[in-house]
């Protein structure tokens, strides 16, 4: 394998390639994918194995044989170790206990006597897709590449299937194209050597949740500390989010223990009763070596910010518009403070905490110590009594549940015990959208409910797993739109190998009315101060979201004006218009807006990429 460099590259955070076989066939397809600044590894026969954009730093390929390994992102494998085990590859599914054995979040893609495995990560933060192009099966990292070498339009009906609060799973994981599937992120791609057929197979699967939290603990702190290692052991400066909270403190203390120079980064928050930057400066006393940047609380972007200028250029709608002037605003400071990669607590809420969804099962197999926590439960989050006992009561099998919620998009919003407790988050729509759009999301949730299967039998698992791979989602673009601005970011607790750990951990030690995410204070014990981890709670940021959706109407209004999903008759923009006319309307502050705003923005992003675009 050599690889070719048309250009210097890209930087680093970006990663994104095509993968073809070795065939005479793909390498026609593969011209297709060639851009200004495109990178190429190729065959031994010379034909492009990948092609894409990629830094130097992100991409360690070794060949033994007829054995060829790449890993493209974070991993802190060298070329010699691949090298090794690339040797020892007779088959293909060898690779599943490769991928599984390995810290840090990366693609990993292999070849073997013309055979080609291409698989993501389990958490869905790196994504594979594939297509057929002139008879030709290709993979690739992004939807939207192989979309525009098709010249394919999105596909309306799955717009409106996004216009959905929330699109429960799978709806969420398909693609924006028909012709493009989406490899579910616990399957890897196997391409067959002519490149004519592909099949997808099961690489990753949950542990089951039975280990004692004692137990489990040294094996979370050694995951999130080779998580946190894999992106510090290079040295040089690092920046970490410090909110003062459990997530980010736990990262930040485990940023010190390296090589890297970390810089700590706190926004406090506008509402007067938030406390983050009480408990970032009390990390702070026990880090003498970090310095710690605190910006001006009133000069954080509001919610809601800069949704007109928006024009990354992303492969599906994503919520995260809505934060991301936030999320960007101050990495410029970092980077020019010297640091090469930002940290971030993201995914500690989703692998340190639990949901409560498992006491349905429990209370089943320990109806006294269940019934003991869901009185706590009900105190903590305000159930009614008798919305816990039909939730409790409530055996629907996965399929018959998503097929009921097609019945009832247009219901109220489900009560947030009955989400506690159950699937999920029953989908719903809203009244700016059509009747339309309606009937084309109700069959595509009915479609979806006759074979659907739930990600674990156990609803709480399920909506463990499904609740972290919709953050992924967002996270995945947010890093995208990072690495443009020049300061890339990383997310160590939504690493798999976080993941399966903290998945471990039996539910009911997992989660409880009592405790504060005990499972990651019972991990950084002697890593974060113990003053540190009595911290019981965590900033809402609603004083932001609010302020937004009164501050930023104007925008809110001009985004109706010559709407993209109003011309294909998939919302009534006048409707809309008058929502933003009248920001404190009743549910706006539940973000019923988001998917919608979502869809709208990224229409608009593909017209400013001059890519193609639906027709009605």
């Known amino acids: 394998m050599t690889e070719l460099h048309e250009s210097a590259g890209t930087g680093p955070g970006d990663a994104h390639f095509a993968v073809f076989t070795d065939h005479a066939d793909a390498a026609a397809v593969a011209r297709s994918f060639a851009r200004p600044g495109s990178r190429s590894v190729a065959h031994a026969s010379g034909r492009p194995w990948l092609v894409g954009h990629w830094h130097d730093d992100e991409v360690v390929t070794a060949q033994a044989g007829t054995a060829v390994l790449t890993v493209v992102g974070c991993c802190p494998i060298d070329a010699d170790e691949l090298r ?20 840090g979040s990366f693609h990993l893609v292999g070849a073997l006597d013309g055979q080609i495995r291409v698989q993501g990560t389990a958490s869905g933060l790196r994504l594979v897709f594939h297509t057929e192009i002139d008879g030709v099966q290709v993979a690739a990292t992004r939807a939207d590449t192989l979309a525009a070498v098709l010249g394919l339009d999105p596909d309306v009906e799955e717009l409106a299937v996004r216009l959905l609060w929330p699109a429960p799973y799978p709806l969420f994981e398909t693609s924006l194209w028909r012709a493009v599937t989406a490899v579910p992120p616990q399957d890897a791609l196997v391409m067959a050597a002519d490149g004519r057929t592909v099949r997808h197979t099961r690489w990753w699967t949950p542990p089951e949740p039975v280990l004692p939290l004692a137990e489990a603990a040294p094996l979370i702190r050694t995951a999130l500390e080779e998580a946190v290692g894999a992106r510090t052991r290079q040295g040089g400066v690092v920046s970490c989010d410090l909110s003062g909270g459990l997530d980010s403190t736990s990262v930040c203390f485990l940023a010190d223990r390296s090589p890297a120079r970390v810089v700590a980064s706190t926004w406090p928050g506008r509402d007067p009763a938030d406390t983050d930057l009480h408990w970032a400066e009390r990390a702070i006393g026990h880090l003498p070596d970090v310095e710690h940047v605190v910006w001006d609380a009133d ?53 340190a905490w639990c949901s409560e969804a498992y006491y349905h099962q429990l209370l089943r197999t320990r109806p006294l110590f269940a019934l003991r926590q869901l009185r706590g439960f009900r105190a903590l989050w305000q159930w009614p009594l008798g919305g816990t006992v039909r939730a409790l009561s409530d055996s629907r099998p996965y399929r018959k549940w998503l097929a009921d919620g097609a019945g009832r998009l247009r219901g109220p919003l489900p009560p947030s015990v009955a989400t506690g407790l159950g699937w999920g988050m029953a989908p719903r729509l809203f009244d700016w959208v059509t009747p339309e759009a309606e009937g084309m999301a109700r069959r595509a949730v009915l479609e979806a409910a006759a074979t659907a299967s739930p990600l674990h039998p156990d609803r709480g698992l399920h909506s463990d797993l499904e609740q972290i791979r919709s953050c992924t989602r967002i996270i995945r673009q947010w890093d995208r739109m990072a690495a443009r601005v020049g300061l890339p970011m990383a997310s160590p607790f939504l690493d798999d190998r976080v993941i399966e750990a903290c998945l471990a951990v039996r539910p009911s030690e997992r989660v409880t009315p009592w ?5 990651l204070s019972a991990a950084m014990r002697g890593i974060v101060p113990e003053d540190c981890l009595r911290r019981s709670n965590k900033a809402t940021a609603s004083m932001d979201a609010s302020n937004g959706l009164r501050e930023h109407r104007a925008d809110l209004l001009a985004l109706w004006e010559d709407s993209r999903l109003e011309a294909l008759g998939l919302v009534d923009a006048a409707e809309l218009r008058r929502l933003a006319r009248r920001p404190a309307s009743k549910g706006l502050s539940d973000a019923i807006l988001y998917s919608t705003i979502a869809a709208e923005v990224w229409l608009r992003g593909i017209a400013r990429g001059h890519t193609r675009v639906p027709q009605p």
């Open 84 to 103: 090794r085990r690339a040797a020892r590859l007779r088959d293909l599914t060898e690779l599943d206990a490769l991928a599984r054995s390995l810290p």
């Open 515 to 519: 405790r504060y995410k005990p499972v």
């Open 299 to 351: 000069a954080s972007p509001l919610v809601y910010e800069d949704l007109l200028d928006i024009d990354d250029l992303l492969d599906e709608p994503t919520i995260g518009v809505m934060d991301r002037s936030r999320v960007l605003h101050h990495l410029p400071g970092l980077a020019a403070r010297g640091s090469r990669l930002h940290l971030t607590g993201i995914g500690g809420d989703h692998v």
